[in-house]
């Protein structure tokens, strides 16, 4: 049973190797504590591995049928709505999000618990020196450095002002902290663990679902856009640090755009490529719950058990692409048709041939093979790939100098011309800025990008005009407006009965 804010520290580590399968494949070394004398390649291993265990929160079954943290930030946005009722969307419609809400619960708990694991692997690691070699101790702790930013980086989004740790947590005193402001946190943690490991021995390119330097590069971009925007705005000069890091990637070479839509919901194709970073999923061990998630709610048109219909496009957002726009086509980033599953309808039933649901449903993430055979899914979920680095560089550089370079220009057409959309040459800032930002919308939609890229901006697309207005006094799909309160995600009621140093302002 989860401990309330931070759990005391004593790790069951795990191992697991280089490739994608074994990643996932957790076989346990031993119990490891803060006592433990540290000698073993192994069991440095393993104390890294430990920080990838909570990576699960970008992606996890969440208290209820057809629940998953991924909805959280999908529903704030406006943008999403759901069939299943039980995945409490009626809340987020209405915009009265509660303390009680088991979405913020697990992305407090998990990211808190996936921080405390890093926090033993960097206390533990620095012990292994002498007796493994000095690269592999400097990759570890860059793996670690990145992992604990990243965590940090979605709770202080999520929640704002949040308790700052550091070390491992030993005493129950330890326990009840108060927050650290939002900048704070990022200067004292998320940016310097970047830094720290964009100078340690990772490489540059990983395809093993490994952190890579170009991981650690593209987290401290979105942390610079971040950061020079809402609610810190840090400054200028944040975008040009954003942008250099962005850039080095694109001159690298090592990364491209898939040439296809359906190579991003292929498995095959996890880790590679356009993939920069990714949560490991694979048959039969850690499967991608999201795949029957996003499928018209028990329509029978696939061998899962069940299809939830949890997390649907409207259809504003749907029609809001422009015409000609590939992304908008059918089995694109959206579907209205497909057959029913033989399991679940008689031989000759007119559904095995073609079922019209008469609206739109996400495509994005369409296993095909674990929807119509294995009723699992191995695809990966992503955080980051190369169509993001792209949108942050051209978003970046241009706000940093005041005028799109031929970089930022190629960088969004890059993005367009997939999409089977002419050059963007309009070089105005303001024009500029808008069309990155639209590509944003529609390039990464679903992907957990969308919600904080409107808190940061404090702006929202208004899918009726195509015009960026304030997100506070907007109002939604569902005659609800949003307000200050909603940019932030109140903390979860557990965690203030436990903690009386946290509150809501209640």
Same mark, same amino acid.
């Given at each position: 049973?989860?401990?309330? *804010?931070?759990?005391? #520290?004593?790790?069951?580590?795990?191992? +697991?190797?280089?490739?994608?399968?074994?990643?996932?494949?957790?076989?346990?070394?031993?119990?490891?504590?803060?006592?433990?004398?540290?000698?073993?390649?192994?069991?440095?291993?393993?104390?890294?591995?430990?920080?990838?265990?909570? &990576?699960?929160?970008?992606?996890?079954?969440?208290?209820?049928?057809?629940?998953?943290?991924?909805?959280?930030?999908?529903?704030?946005?406006?943008?999403?709505?759901?069939?299943?009722?039980?995945?409490?969307?009626?809340?987020?419609?209405?915009?009265?999000?509660?303390?009680?809400?088991?979405?913020?619960?697990?992305?407090?708990?998990?990211?808190?618990?996936?921080?405390?694991?890093?926090?033993?692997?960097?206390?533990?690691?620095?012990?292994?020196?002498?007796?493994?070699?000095?690269?592999?101790?400097?990759?570890?702790?860059?793996?670690?450095?990145?992992?604990?930013?990243?965590?940090?980086?979605?709770?202080?989004?999520?929640?704002?002002?949040?308790?700052?740790?550091?070390?491992?947590? &030993?005493?129950?005193?330890?326990?009840?902290?108060?927050?650290?402001?939002?900048?704070?946190?990022?200067?004292? #943690?998320?940016?310097?663990?970047?830094?720290?490991?964009?100078?340690?021995?990772?490489?540059?390119?990983?395809?093993?679902?490994?952190?890579?330097?170009?991981?650690?590069?593209?987290?401290?971009?979105?942390?610079?856009? &971040?950061?020079?925007?809402?609610?810190?705005?840090?400054?200028?000069?944040?975008?040009?640090?954003?942008?250099?890091?962005?850039?080095?990637?694109?001159?690298?070479? +090592?990364?491209?755009?898939?040439?296809?839509?359906?190579?991003?919901?292929?498995?095959?194709?996890?880790?590679?490529?356009?993939?920069?970073?990714?949560?490991?999923?694979?048959?039969?061990?850690?499967?991608?719950?999201?795949?029957?998630?996003? *499928?018209?709610?028990?329509?029978?048109?696939?061998?899962?058990?069940?299809?939830?219909?949890?997390?649907?496009?409207?259809?504003?957002?749907?029609?809001?692409?422009?015409?000609?726009?590939?992304?908008?086509?059918?089995?694109?980033?959206?579907?209205?048709?497909?057959?029913?599953?033989?399991?679940?309808?008689?031989?000759?039933?007119?559904?095995?041939? *073609?079922?019209?649901?008469?609206?739109?449903?996400?495509?994005?993430?369409?296993?095909?093979?674990?929807?119509?055979?294995?009723?699992?899914?191995?695809?990966?979920?992503? #955080?980051?790939?190369?169509?993001?680095?792209?949108?942050?560089?051209?978003?970046?550089?241009?706000?940093?100098?005041?005028?799109?370079?031929?970089?930022?220009?190629?960088?969004?057409?890059?993005?367009?011309?997939?999409?089977?959309?002419?050059?963007?040459?309009?070089?105005?800032?303001?024009?500029?800025?808008?069309?990155?930002?639209?590509?944003?919308?529609?390039?990464?939609?679903?992907?957990?990008?969308?919600?904080?890229?409107?808190?940061?901006?404090?702006? #929202?697309?208004?899918?009726?005009?195509?015009?960026?207005?304030?997100?506070?006094?907007?109002?939604?799909?569902?005659?609800? &407006?949003?307000?200050?309160?909603?940019?932030?995600?109140?903390?979860?009621?557990?965690?203030?009965?436990?903690?009386?140093?946290?509150?809501?302002?209640?």
């Amino acid at each position: 049973m989860k401990n309330k *804010l931070f759990y005391l #520290i004593l790790v069951v580590l795990t191992s +697991m190797v280089s490739c994608t399968s074994d990643f996932l494949n957790e076989l346990p070394t031993g119990t490891l504590t803060s006592e433990s004398r540290l000698t073993s390649k192994e069991a440095a291993l393993a104390f890294t591995n430990s920080s990838y265990s909570n &990576t699960t929160v970008l992606n996890e079954p969440a208290f209820s049928w057809g629940g998953n943290t991924v909805l959280l930030l999908e529903y704030m946005t406006g943008k999403a709505a759901s069939e299943n009722s039980q995945s409490n969307f009626k809340e987020f419609e209405d915009l009265v999000l509660s303390e009680r809400s088991p979405f913020i619960e697990e992305w407090w708990q998990d990211s808190y618990s996936g921080i405390a694991k890093c926090n033993l692997a960097l206390l533990k690691l620095p012990e292994f020196e002498g007796s493994v070699e000095d690269n592999l101790i400097s990759r570890y702790q860059g793996e670690v450095r990145f992992m604990r930013a990243m965590y940090y980086f979605y709770l202080v989004r999520i929640f704002g002002d949040i308790p700052k740790v550091m070390e491992p947590q &030993t005493e129950l005193g330890e326990l009840q902290l108060a927050p650290s402001p939002i900048k704070e946190i990022y200067d004292d #943690i998320i940016i310097p663990d970047l830094l720290i490991a964009e100078n340690s021995e990772l490489p540059f390119k990983e395809e093993t679902g490994r952190v890579s330097m170009a991981a650690v590069k593209t987290l401290l971009a979105d942390v610079y856009l &971040t950061y020079a925007g809402y609610p810190v705005q840090g400054g200028p000069q944040y975008y040009a640090e954003s942008a250099k890091r962005s850039e080095e990637i694109i001159n690298s070479e +090592m990364f491209s755009l898939f040439p296809e839509y359906d190579d991003l919901r292929n498995p095959l194709n996890n880790n590679r490529q356009e993939f920069i970073f990714q949560v490991q999923f694979s048959v039969n061990k850690r499967t991608n719950e999201m795949v029957p998630g996003v *499928l018209p709610s028990r329509s029978g048109m696939s061998a899962f058990n069940l299809e939830y219909g949890s997390l649907i496009p409207t259809p504003n957002f749907v029609e809001s692409y422009v015409e000609g726009d590939k992304r908008a086509e059918e089995k694109q980033f959206f579907f209205t048709t497909y057959k029913g599953h033989p399991s679940k309808f008689s031989a000759g039933a007119p559904e095995l041939e *073609l079922m019209d649901f008469n609206a739109s449903y996400i495509y994005k993430f369409f296993d095909q093979n674990a929807i119509d055979v294995v009723g699992q899914s191995g695809l990966n979920w992503t #955080i980051y790939r190369y169509a993001d680095v792209l949108l942050l560089y051209a978003e970046a550089q241009s706000q940093a100098e005041g005028i799109p370079s031929t970089m930022a220009i190629n960088a969004l057409n890059a993005v367009r011309n997939r999409a089977n959309l002419l050059d963007f040459t309009n070089l105005d800032l303001e024009s500029f800025r808008k069309e990155v930002w639209d590509q944003r919308y529609f390039e990464l939609c679903y992907e957990n990008k969308m919600w904080f890229d409107i808190a940061r901006t404090r702006l #929202i697309r208004d899918d009726a005009s195509g015009e960026y207005v304030n997100i506070v006094g907007y109002t939604n799909n569902w005659g609800k &407006t949003y307000g200050e309160n909603h940019l932030l995600f109140p903390f979860p009621l557990s965690e203030v009965q436990a903690n009386p140093n946290l509150t809501n302002g209640q």
